[in-house]
């Protein structure tokens, strides 16, 4: 088929199914690191604005392979060997985090600081407030931006070519050097990214209108 | 201190400033329990910078303020007890649009007071027919007028059983007729004995409804009187105020 043989295709899906693994692990550690950062860049106390935005500008500042350099190669000087996954996963975890907190930062402010006050008036405590009140609120925001990142996270994966991560990119990489055909090679793969990312584009584009609409 | 007499809000020369403008300049004002207090001036008289002190929305820098026993002068007042006895409600609703008409009534009670689902669902009912809404309960704000959302945030104020209602210049957003529903709900409170200060622009209402008119001008209470002294204005501040209103 297209000059390769089952195999080769199946070895190319099998990154894919990796591809898919750590922009999962991209997602859920970027939620973990990104959640609080969103809280503490929004926080009353200066200290932790300083400290949070300090932080997001560094990451945002850095280009994702330099990270993964950094995590991968840094965590080998501490003598520890890690699986390439890992330290994928954790420089993604960075990488996301630092953006969807900032993402959300801006979904927490657009909700009017007049439900603060009215959530106040009513006698909730501080957490209440945040918690039945402005996160709800907020999220419902945050859902077609978050999803639309989540694009970015699947696609920024393939960085992770630079620490010999074996996801999609990677298995294309393999099977071109031992066929020569970059052309249908990477074809396969760049079809397998947008399978991936098509659907998760369209669902933040519909999202994005219902919200709109209400 | 004899406790039947003693008023429920008392303001003594109270000041309050933003930066360096002073917008209240010595506030004398006392609201009896049970009592109805209007306040009505322009825009910028301090109206509703006072109103927002009674329940420490905002804080002042010099004077006096006590409230259902708070001292609000205090450096370590606890506004969240405060809030427990003086309820507010804002020119712009402010309903929380993500909860139904009865889950926004209901908040406060079970998260505050630790009410049961079952108690604050009657609690919703009693106080959403009080306001004439017993059949929105699972309705959410957006699907309601201006008007019906304006009397939910009333219920959600009352739900708490305040002591003392606060009003801040509640029907202003809203056409006339919506505007007819909102103070026929403000009067039933009053008919039924809560104590409440409004900031208005309904003079007609004000003077109905109001045990005490108080007229600020400038940051100061310019004239005070009950709901007839609209109609004989002393001071020709309010005399031109009024000139047009009645």
């Known amino acids: 088929m297209l000059g390769l043989t089952v195999q080769q295709i199946a070895y190319i899906f099998q990154g894919a199914g990796w591809t898919i693994v750590l ?163 990477f074809t396969i793969a760049a079809l397998i990214y947008f399978a991936i990312c098509f659907p998760m584009s369209v669902m933040a584009r519909r999202f994005e209108r219902k919200l709109h609409r209400n | 201190m004899s406790g039947a007499t003693h008023p429920m809000v008392r303001f003594h020369n109270l000041h309050k400033s933003y930066g360096r403008v002073e917008v209240l300049k010595g506030i004398d004002l006392e609201v009896a329990p049970g009592q109805v207090v209007a306040l009505i001036g322009r825009s910028g008289s301090g109206k509703s910078t006072a109103l927002r002190c009674v329940n420490g929305l905002e804080r002042f820098q010099a004077g006096e303020l006590h409230v259902c026993g708070h001292d609000l002068a205090a450096e370590k007042v606890d506004l969240r007890k405060l809030r427990q006895d003086v309820g507010i409600v804002f020119q712009s609703y402010n309903l929380f649009p993500h909860l139904t008409v009865e889950q926004n009534v209901t908040l406060a009670p079970r998260k505050v007071k630790g009410v049961g689902s079952a108690e604050a669902r009657e609690l919703a009912r009693e106080v959403l027919a009080q306001v004439g809404l017993s059949d929105k309960v699972q309705s959410y704000p957006e699907e309601l007028s201006g008007g019906q959302q304006q009397r939910v945030a009333i219920a959600r104020s009352l739900a708490m059983h305040p002591r003392l209602m606060l009003f801040d210049e509640v029907t202003s957003a809203l056409d006339p007729e919506l505007t007819g529903e909102v103070l026929r709900a403000i009067e039933r409170l009053a008919s039924n004995g809560m104590t409440m200060m409004l900031v208005t622009h309904e003079m007609a209402f004000a003077r109905s409804v109001a045990d005490q008119v108080v007229f600020m001008h400038q940051g100061r209470v310019w004239e005070t009187g009950p709901g007839d002294m609209l109609l004989d204005p002393q001071t020709a501040e309010l005399r031109q105020f009024v000139g047009n209103g009645l």
């Open chain 1, 23 to 185: 922009s999962l692990l991209g997602f859920v550690g970027g939620t973990i690191f990104g959640l609080p950062l969103a809280l503490a860049r929004s926080a009353r106390a200066r200290w932790l604005r300083v400290i949070s935005s300090g932080l997001v500008q560094f990451i945002q500042g850095v280009p994702l392979p330099v990270i993964m350099f950094v995590v991968y190669f840094g965590i080998s000087i501490g003598g520890f060997e890690v699986p390439a996954l890992v330290a994928a996963g954790l420089a993604m975890t960075l990488y996301a985090g630092a953006y969807l907190g900032e993402i959300w930062k801006g979904c927490i402010q657009a909700v009017p600081k007049t439900q603060w006050e009215a959530a106040e008036c009513l006698a909730l405590t501080k957490p209440q407030r945040f918690v039945h009140v402005i996160l709800p609120q907020a999220l419902r925001i945050a859902i077609p931006p978050t999803v639309g990142f989540l694009v970015q996270i699947v696609k920024n994966t393939s960085y992770a070519v630079v620490i010999n991560f074996f996801d999609l990119t990677y298995s294309a990489k393999v099977i071109n050097n031992s066929t020569f055909k970059p052309f249908t090679v």
